[in-house]
């Protein structure tokens, strides 16, 4: 899962130092089960549950992390998610698998979350002392510590997860149109760049067809 790279500087509004960091411009979804199973294995313990949970809810929503770390309990408690796009504003609409709804039941259940928390709690709180959810640099920097540490050869950014969640939609389903319009995309060009179908794909998809 090679990926091209670019950086941009970073400066800390105390400090005023710059440092430089990198981005990912072209990241991969992750196009083997195996390694996903790997992933969910490790941070599946007490320590890092809330990440386990994040990255199940990444891989089975095609939702931005943004629109992940915003959901609460409410939003997800029914099986059926009504919700808006932070980026697009566009409306989204999906029903929750079982595997998920499974997962988080039990996340639910185990930090007795009530139906106004939210999933992806912060142990920080803003001025009014209100429980806010962890920001999405923090989701970054610890499911890049997990699954970079695991498999040198991913260079992790966070839309690997909604990028692994349209390819194995579209694995499952063989409908680049309804991945489209699962990831709110504007074209299918747009769609099969981003979950990484190739030339390569389309001509194996004739060889093997042979009517």
Not at 29 to 51: F, H, M
Not at 80 to 103: C, R, W
Not at 111 to 118: A, H, I, T, V
Not at 165 to 180: A, E, H, R
Request: aromatic share 10%; with cysteine.
């Amino acid at each position: 899962m090679v990926k091209k790279k670019s950086t941009f500087i970073r400066v800390d509004k105390n400090t005023g130092k710059e440092s430089e960091i990198n981005t990912a411009t072209a990241a991969e979804p992750i196009k083997d089960r195996s390694v996903i199973e790997g992933i969910k294995t490790v941070l599946n313990t007490k320590k890092t549950r809330k990440y386990y949970v994040l990255f199940c809810s990444g891989i089975n929503t095609a939702l931005r992390i943004s629109d992940v770390l915003k959901l609460r309990v409410s939003d997800v408690e029914s099986g059926y998610v009504h919700t808006k796009e932070t980026k697009t504003g566009k409306s989204k609409q999906f029903p929750i698998n079982d595997a998920l709804m499974a997962v988080l039941k039990n996340y639910i259940k185990e930090y007795n979350l009530k139906d106004d928390d939210y999933l992806f709690f912060s142990n920080r709180k803003d001025g009014l002392r209100n429980v806010k959810y962890i920001d999405q640099s923090q989701a970054y920097r610890k499911l890049k510590e997990v699954v970079e540490g695991l498999y040198s050869n991913i260079h992790f950014s966070t839309h690997v997860l909604r990028k692994t969640c349209g390819f194995w939609l579209y694995q499952s389903t063989k409908d680049i149109t309804l991945v489209m319009h699962a990831l709110n995309h504007s074209s299918v060009a747009v769609t099969m760049r981003y979950i990484g179908l190739t030339q390569e794909n389309v001509d194996n998809a004739f060889n093997s067809l042979n009517l």
